[in-house]
């Protein structure tokens, strides 16, 4: 195994682990609410609560963990070993986890928030793999 796939492999890695912390923080903040329903979040929080910002937190990785997750899975399977590529999956597993920290520390409806910055680093670091993917399948 090269240098380079080891490291994606353990970026793939810590981004799976992220993933299990976000949902442990949130189903145990929501646990711990008076009356909690098991599967449904109470429709009168919002980001002043600790409980809203975790469930946001988590299906906001969610949404974004289809493309991400396929993107580095083709990536696998065709073999592609690139430094750019293990770069851009290192920056997008840390936006990821800075984007976590930001939201479960700041309280705020604004928009742009801090987080919003990591989200787009996210963003922009799945595009440049997608392009990276492409232009390896066009050679």
């Known amino acids: 195994m090269t240098d380079i ?10 981004y799976l682990v992220l993933l299990l912390v976000q949902w442990g923080v949130a189903t145990m903040s929501k646990a711990k609410q008076p009356h909690a329903v098991p599967g449904k979040i109470d429709d009168d929080l919002s980001h002043d609560s600790f409980v809203f910002r975790a469930h946001r937190t988590f299906h906001n990785t969610l949404e974004n963990s289809a493309l991400f997750l396929g993107t580095v899975l083709f990536a696998f399977v065709i073999n592609y070993q690139s430094p750019v590529f293990a ?10 986890v800075i984007h976590t920290a930001l939201y479960y520390a700041i309280a705020t409806e604004k928009n742009p ?12 670091a799945n ?12 050679v």
């Open 5 to 14: 796939t080891f490291s994606v492999y353990f970026a793939f890695y810590l």
């Open 113 to 124: 928030s801090p987080r919003s910055y990591f989200f787009l680093m996210g963003i922009i």
């Open 87 to 96: 770069l851009c999956v290192w920056v997008y597993v840390i936006a990821r």
């Open 127 to 138: 595009v440049v793999m997608l392009v990276l993917l492409g232009m390896r399948l066009a």
